[in-house]
């Protein structure tokens, strides 16, 4: 049984930073996090691969970092000058190579408040 354990997330106030930790039971070739708002689609934030390779949505980049300890399976997101926008449901992902298989985490509220 694979497990994706989040920590991390809470309520900050615009401009403020916090750091969101996801550790699964074994190695994945992608692991990353998505966020999920009210009455929104699941969107990607950041994800990496084992090798390095990183990818950001639009709206954080320059503002999140994404990293990973491929020795501990474990992921990590930075984010700084957070918004009201940023507010949602952020979850943990890991993914093998082409998305199969495909595990997700519970998820973590971040809300930021105005």
């Known amino acids: 049984q694979v497990q994706l354990v989040e920590s991390g997330g809470g309520m900050v106030q615009t401009g403020g930073s916090l750091r969101l930790s996801c550790a699964a039971s074994?190695?994945?070739?992608?692991m990353g996090w998505y966020r999920q708002a009210p009455g929104k689609q699941r969107e990607l934030v950041a994800a990496?691969?084992?090798?390095?390779?990183?990818n950001y949505a639009d709206s954080v980049k320059g503002r999140f970092t994404i990293s990973r300890d491929n020795a501990k399976n474990t992921v990590d997101l930075e984010m700084n000058s957070l918004k009201p926008e940023d507010t949602a449901v952020y979850l943990c992902?890991?993914?093998?190579?082409?998305?199969?298989?495909?595990?997700w985490g519970q998820g973590t509220q971040v809300t930021v408040s105005s």
């Open positions: 992902n890991a993914k093998g190579v082409f998305n199969v298989p495909n595990y």
């Open positions: 074994r190695s994945f070739f992608s």
């Open positions: 990496i691969t084992s090798g390095g390779s990183t």
